[in-house]
């Protein structure tokens, strides 16, 4: 009975990890995506990913000692926040920008809360969303990886001639916006991107640092699954359930609506799935509860991305399904140990 009983508060780690461990596990299972970051958008990418990282040590060393708290860095849980916010940035957003989105995330999306446990925000989208809020063209603008322009090593904000790609997401937004034109020829059909979906799997596409491959996210999600530091409840949870709404929106048109199997390989779905929507502090506790957590990542999403303005909607989706974590958590209570008590 003693092995049923689980404690608050977060993070719930019901194994013999201890937060550094399962942190530093994070930090292994996000290494394939960096390494195809690095891959296909050059030292610019590596360089964002280290402004990141550090601003977000220095921010949380930094809010300890105005605090007059005891140094956290060992727990390794800003650099995941650092490391997730860096892989969901545009490749030629400033280091600047960079480092203000890392420093917020920390000091506004955690600290102010009272550090690691005590956030019921994930930081890292806290921080993704403020850049997106103040400066949002710079959020918007994505560059083709390197394999597709030999430029792409010497990137920089400030590079004039830098080439630009709509991602797959955009263009599957553009052709739902055009569906009703009459000359069907300006019409951006969602077949080309339903045409991409070998290159988003790989990463041949534009889009965030660590969203464009597909396939290194599920390296490290499946690494994470087998260490046991995740459950496989809320990626199947917000998978499936953006899988399903997608299909019924390819069903009702697919000259507007892009395939599924688009939408799941696409954008930060599965770096929301695998890394985001599961971090143990801002999730529910309970079985039912995670599932019904992904259940609305996953639904808010799509519905985002297919009936909304914005081409993707993981950002909103997280931070909304966080604000109602604790109502989750109280519509799935736990049985106490013992059984149901008397009335």
Known sequence: MLENIR????????????????????????IPAVAFAGFYFRYYALLLIASCVL???????????????????????????????ALSLPPAIP?????IGSSFSIAIGKMVFGGL????????MVGRTFLTACFGMLMTT?????????????ISAAMPDTVTQATPLAWSKQALKTRNIEDKTKLVPASRANSLMADMFW???????????????LIGGVYLIIRRTIQPHIPSAVL????????????????AF??????????????????????????????????????????????????????????????????????????????????????
Do not use: Q
């Open 7 to 30: 404690v608050s508060p977060a993070p719930h780690i019901s194994h013999h990890f201890s937060t550094r461990s399962v942190m530093i596990d994070v930090i292994i299972g996000l």
């Open 55 to 85: 601003s977000a040590v220095a921010t949380e060393w930094i809010c300890n000692l105005i605090r007059k708290k005891p140094n956290s860095l060992g727990d390794f849980s800003a650099v995941v926040t650092g490391l997730i916010l």
């Open 95 to 99: 280091v600047w920008a960079a480092v």
């Open 117 to 124: 446990g005590s956030n019921i925000f994930n930081p890292a």
């Open 142 to 154: 994505w560059t083709v990886p390197a394999n597709i322009d030999s430029r792409m090593p010497a």
């Open 203 to 217: 990463g041949r596409v534009g889009g965030c640092l660590g969203e464009t491959s597909a396939f290194a996210l």
């Open 240 to 255: 499936g359930s953006a899988f399903l709404i997608g299909t019924i929106g390819y069903f009702i048109n697919s000259d």
């Open 258 to 343: 892009i395939n599924p199997l688009a939408h799941l390989m696409s954008g930060g779905m599965l770096i929301c799935a695998l890394f985001i929507a599961t971090d143990p502090v801002t999730a529910p506790l309970t079985t039912k509860g995670m599932y019904i957590f992904g259940i609305g990542v996953g639904g808010i999403t799509m519905l985002i991305r297919l009936l909304g303005e914005y081409p993707e909607g993981v950002m909103y989706a997280v931070l909304l399904m966080n604000a109602v974590t604790p109502l989750i958590d109280r519509f799935c209570k736990l049985v106490p140990a013992g059984g149901v008590p008397n009335a």
